[in-house]
């Protein structure tokens, strides 16, 4: 049975860094998969936040993300990392993987996953 954990969520002061991770049970996250981070904000929608196809190691991120926020994956602990630095406020959300079959990191719709975590909770705030 599929089954994603997410940890690695809590409360930072802005400008600080968290590294979240989302280990599988049930899958092999070394080919024809993509994996995905989402967000969602209290009385937003869920967004996309970064990509990685688990065959090359091919990446994509949102515009309010890039070059803060680093994904990659752990191929011996079975486990995609999101690697958070320089956090704001605006990042406050709880934060989700998921995973879809296939090679596709050029979109990030939820609706193209159809297996979730439970959720992880990020705080940023002085």
């Known amino acids: 049975q599929l089954q994603l954990v997410e940890s690695g969520g809590g409360l930072v002061q802005p400008g600080k860094s968290l590294r979240l991770s989302c280990a599988a049970t049930g899958i092999f996250f070394g080919y024809d998969h993509t994996i995905a981070w989402f967000r969602q904000a209290p009385g937003k929608e869920r967004e996309g936040v970064s990509c990685?196809?688990?065959?090359?190691?091919?990446?994509n991120y949102a515009d309010s993300v890039k070059g803060r926020f680093t994904i990659f994956r752990d191929y011996a602990k079975n486990t995609v990392y999101l690697q958070m630095d320089s956090l704001t406020p605006e990042d406050t959300a709880v934060y989700f993987c998921?995973?879809?079959?296939?090679?596709?990191?050029?979109?990030?719709?939820?609706?193209?996953?159809?297996?979730w975590g439970q959720g992880t909770q990020v705080t940023v705030s002085s």
């Open positions: 990685i196809d688990a065959s090359t190691g091919s990446t």
């Open positions: 998921a995973v879809r079959p296939g090679s596709s990191i050029a979109t990030m719709s939820p609706w193209e996953y159809d297996h």
